[in-house]
């Protein structure tokens, strides 16, 4: 399950972020698309990869490193995205884009657990807007 998941959301994702060139555009899609994941079909679904790492990766060390796995493709794609733009001068350096990749991961995955408890679209928007500015 963990595996088709991985191949119908992150899989897109981390391919929307090998895609292009302009970081912030490219990150803030990634996150438009995250609210609109989530508030979009009515039925606000919660995220397998959050639902599964608060029930099952403290106890199977398989559900983990799939978990794991997962979360690093994301990070290393926008890793890639971060130190090209950074290189360009596209955004800032104050912060590695190390860092900046895992504080976006976490944000996007924060998203998720806050738009299961409340999705409302306009707070998970402002949100998503906060994350963004760290680019500055």
Do not use: K, W
């Amino acid at each position: 399950m963990l595996d088709l998941y991985r191949q119908r959301y992150a899989t897109p994702m981390v391919d929307l972020l090998r895609s292009g060139n302009d970081a912030r555009a490219v990150i803030r899609e990634m996150f438009v698309g995250t609210v609109d994941d989530i508030t979009g079909d009515g039925q606000h679904l919660s995220c397998l990869i959050v639902g599964a790492s608060m029930e099952r990766a403290h106890q199977e060390q398989r559900v983990a490193d799939r978990l794991r796995s997962t979360t690093q493709s994301l990070e290393s794609a926008l890793y890639d995205l971060l130190a090209e733009a950074q290189l360009r001068g596209q955004i800032t350096s104050a912060r590695s884009a190390t860092d900046l990749a895992g504080f976006l991961v976490t944000s996007l995955q924060g998203l998720r657990v806050m738009g299961a408890i409340n999705p409302d679209r306009a707070a998970l928007t402002r949100y998503a807007e906060v994350a963004l500015a760290c680019l500055d």
